[in-house]
């Protein structure tokens, strides 16, 4: 019965996706909007009853690919303000976002409040990427941003883990947190670099770039997975593993095999950012029905509250990083 809701929800959110792209909208909200609705009515498809299906299925493939777009040495250059941003601006936007969510929900545990900031203190790679070329900006801040939005994922979901092993055990303690934080770096980074010199080597000795591309493509999932069974992170992986794959094949692989991956991602991506959208909207609906009606009100202050704090959190690392780098 999932199948065939998620199969369905593919279709309707692709279909919506359709009609705002060719009329020149964003789709991002229209698909949300219609989740909701859907989520409301008595048909249609429900919403997954495995979330992680989500970061298994669409954020891996999405942030793989677009790690496949970016150059290595573009990043390199701009490596320092990307980290800055990726680790320092995660975890500020994380603290101010627990600080505010304790101020403004009665009762939440410190552990969750700073869960809920690593949750939404990371910005989604294809959005950066798609908006920061469509504004025309300079092509260092694009590579700063495209960077950032790369890496940022794997801090706010080692953040995340962090937080929740001290709401399981009741508090952590700095030396426990250390050691997630290095074994999730490190296992992403062993696990994607391996993962990158495989395929890369698939790739390089591949006559067939069918095969080479679909290998690509199948890519993302056991990365993600392989790194996450070893207690690392798995999007870091993915991250290292695009990076590796775009850096060593950039000079061996055809024209036309480039053609044919660059269509291919393309569609891939299209699909997979408008499911996610719409399984946003779609959840959204059986969230409030699982909260007690006494708490709504707490949720209608706490969400423009927490929104307002993290933009302002943004704005105000921005700007101390500027003022720094310019003395």
């Not at 900006?137 to 794997?154: H, K, M, Q």
Request: aromatic share 6%.
């Amino acid at each position: 019965v999932e199948i065939f809701d998620v199969a369905l929800a593919v279709l309707i959110a692709v279909l919506i996706a359709g009609v705002c792209r060719n009329r020149g909208w964003s789709s991002a909200i229209p698909l949300m909007a219609a989740g909701i609705v859907i989520g409301l009515a008595p048909f249609g498809p429900e919403g997954l009853a495995h979330p992680e299906f989500v970061l298994v299925v669409v954020l891996a493939p999405l942030v793989f690919g677009e790690g496949l777009t970016s150059s290595v040495v573009d990043l390199r250059k701009v490596s320092r303000p990307i980290m800055a941003l990726a680790v320092g601006l995660v975890v500020f936007g994380a603290v101010v976002v627990g600080f505010v969510a304790q101020l403004v929900v009665p009762g939440i545990w410190v552990s969750m409040a700073f869960a809920l900031g690593a949750i939404l203190g990371p910005t989604d790679a294809v959005a950066v990427s798609a908006t920061a070329r469509k504004a025309g900006l300079p092509r260092r801040l694009v590579n700063v941003l495209e960077g950032e939005s790369l890496v940022n994922d794997g801090t706010a979901l080692t953040l995340l883990r962090v937080c929740s092993v001290a709401a399981a055990a009741g508090s952590v303690t700095a030396g426990e947190a250390s050691v997630i934080l290095l074994t999730s770096v490190a296992g992403g980074v062993l696990v994607g670099g391996a993962a990158g010199w495989l395929l890369m080597t698939v790739v390089r000795r591949s006559r067939d770039t069918t095969v080479a591309n679909a290998a690509i493509l199948l890519a993302p999932l056991p990365v993600y997975l392989g790194a996450e069974a070893l207690e690392g992170s798995g999007i870091l992986a993915v991250v290292v593993a695009a990076l590796v794959v775009a850096h060593g094949t950039s000079n061996v692989v055809s024209y036309t095999g480039r053609l044919q991956a660059t269509s291919l991602w393309v569609i891939f991506t299209f699909v997979l950012q408008s499911t996610a959208f719409f399984l946003v909207g779609l959840e959204m609906p059986r969230v409030l029905e699982q909260m007690p009606s006494s708490q709504i009100r707490t949720l209608l202050i706490a969400v423009p509250v927490v929104f307002l704090s993290l933009v302002a959190a943004r704005f105000a690392f921005v700007y101390l990083m500027a003022m720094i780098a310019g003395r």
